[in-house]
């Protein structure tokens, strides 16, 4: 079942991140993303750009020390695609952004209400489209096209 898609960073985007952030919390995030949706439904899967990577750059860091993670700016290109609203308010997108470590009591989907500090200046890093799968096989990541229907 698909759980969520977005942006996903491998190895030295994952250690470039962590190596900026400035304090780690408990738990540290090994599988460093951005929220595109969560359980999006048929029309919001977009199997056109899985797979492809994309530029994207780090332009803010908090840490309330419960999260600590970093807003993104994403390309142009890649806005259509951004469909993360607000719970609270559905007319509001959420600020894109990626969550780096959290406290034992934290929720990851709080990061988003951090209170961002602008970075000295943006710092270019590259992710790849895909999508969190959770099924019989375990959860992972897949940057295949998937039938819109699982």
Known sequence: MLSYEGIFFETDAVELIHSLETEKL??????????????????????EIVGKSFEVFLVGYGNDGMNSGFQISLPDELMPYYIN???????????????????????ASNTKNLDFKPLEKPIRIVGKFGYWIKDKNGEYVSYEPISKTT
Do not use: G, M, R
């Open 85 to 107: 609203y607000d719970e609270q308010n559905p007319n509001v997108l959420k600020v894109p952004h990626i969550t780096t470590s959290l406290s034992e009591e934290a929720k």
């Open 26 to 47: 408990a738990k540290v995030n090994d599988e460093i993303h951005c929220t595109f949706k969560y359980h999006p439904n048929e029309e919001e899967v977009f199997n």
